[in-house]
């Protein structure tokens, strides 16, 4: 117990000293090159996948990815859990021994299973405790998580008496929620950015103190709706089962939690990138220059805050958003997305969607029909044509409702 105490302090600490303006980025890398050596001479070698390799450097190891993990689970684990292990503990206690077995929420249609010990969880929570409630009010602040499913990371903080914190599964829906919420009455509020414009539209009416959108893509129209109906800065906590990625600063930059993983980048055009992470703070599950899906663009300047971590200026989507046609040609979600948006200001949400090799729907909300759809139509086949110029796109109207059952993802490729 004092020692996984001890562990979520350090981390607390290493999260404050990283992220504030003491640190230049050269010696921030200094301090993460250091580190990284440690975990690739020490931590690496421990699981099957890397036994027996000495790397000296991290562009000495292959490029993994989440179909490599799931196939030999076993051999990315010093506790050699298989998958088939994994899933009966994810469906029983969620444990084997001191160990916690987790899963994604699959936003990519398949799950991928995460194995943390009670050290690495108190770790977590000294990281984002310190980057995302860094004036916390021990004792005062009382933190709601809606999320589609709960984990031992937020048991974790609800054991640490520091604050009091509330999961509240989204799946049953926001009418059976709503009661809980009035009774918690939260000052810190973590949702989905499509349940956090719900509730400013259709209620409860809550006063928290600090808003942050997690586990779905924040869409640009959204923000100001929730901004305004809460009355305060929306941050974002960019987080997935491989670990915790970014956390919204003061000034509102979104940074990288470089201070525990190490980025690369991979070019996916139009500006974007998408991340290889390699999780050094991590040493039971190693994931090492492990290829994410996500479409990132980085922030060329340096946020004002201080902050030698990198910025990102938006997460995108996904790469299995991007549409792709015949010829070769890809068009990434946000030249869909501000296609659409730029062609009227007036419209408030959408559905973009690849429903054939040529053939792309647009949907927009029943209040945009006429002049806006046409516009909105216009806009998104002229931005097709630049990849693609034998596209079709059908327009039309609909009751826009977020799904209850799965991530929103207003671009999508129906497969």
Request: a positive charge; aromatic letters at 6%; hydrophobic letters at 40%.
């Amino acid at each position: 117990m004092i020692g996984r105490a001890l562990a979520g302090i350090a981390a607390y600490r290493t999260a404050r000293r990283c992220s504030g303006p003491r640190m230049s980025r050269s010696q921030f890398q200094q301090w993460q090159a250091a580190r990284m050596d440690h975990w690739l001479a020490r931590d690496l070698p421990r699981v099957g996948q890397y036994r027996g390799l000495a790397p000296t450097r991290l562009g000495d190891l292959p490029i993994t990815d989440k179909a490599q993990v799931m196939a030999a689970f076993h051999d990315f684990n010093q506790g050699r859990i298989t998958a088939d292990q994994g899933w009966a503990a994810v469906h029983d206690t969620g444990r084997i021994g001191p160990v916690s077995l987790g899963v994604s929420t699959g936003t990519s249609g398949n799950r991928t299973l995460y194995c943390v010990t009670a050290r690495e969880r108190a770790q977590w929570f000294g990281a984002i405790l310190a980057k995302a409630l860094p004036d916390l009010r021990i004792g005062r602040d009382r933190v709601a998580i809606l999320l589609p499913q709960s984990s031992d990371l937020y048991d974790t903080a609800r054991r640490s008496g520091l604050l009091g914190i509330r999961f509240l599964d989204l799946r049953q829906g926001l009418d059976r929620l709503t009661p809980q919420l009035r009774g918690f009455d939260p000052t810190v509020l973590v949702a989905p950015p499509r349940l956090l414009r719900l509730m400013v539209e259709n209620g409860p009416r809550l006063t928290p103190r600090r808003v942050f959108s997690a586990a779905e893509t924040l869409d640009p129209i959204d923000r100001p709706i929730i901004e305004a109906g809460f009355g305060v800065p929306l941050g974002q906590i960019y987080m997935a089962s491989e670990g915790l990625f970014a956390v919204t600063c003061a000034q509102g930059s979104l940074h990288l939690a470089e201070d525990s993983t190490f980025f690369e980048f991979e070019d996916a055009g139009n500006g974007l990138v998408t991340p290889l992470i390699s999780s050094f703070a991590r040493r039971f599950q190693i994931m090492a220059r492990y290829r994410m899906n996500d479409l990132l663009r980085l922030s060329p300047e340096p946020c004002p805050c201080g902050s030698p971590l990198q910025a990102v200026s938006e997460v995108v989507g996904r790469m299995d958003d991007m549409f792709r046609f015949p010829n070769g040609a890809c068009v990434t979600p946000d030249v869909l997305r501000n296609a659409v948006l730029d062609a009227d200001r007036g419209i408030t949400d959408f559905r973009i969607r690849q429903i054939g090799p040529a053939q792309v729907e647009l949907l927009l909300p029943r209040s945009c029909a006429g002049a806006t759809l046409d516009a909105a139509r216009t806009a998104l086949a002229a931005a097709l044509q630049t990849g693609f110029p034998g596209v079709e796109v059908r327009a039309g109207t609909a009751h826009l409702v977020p799904p209850a059952d799965r991530k929103l993802r207003r671009v999508e490729v129906v497969r």
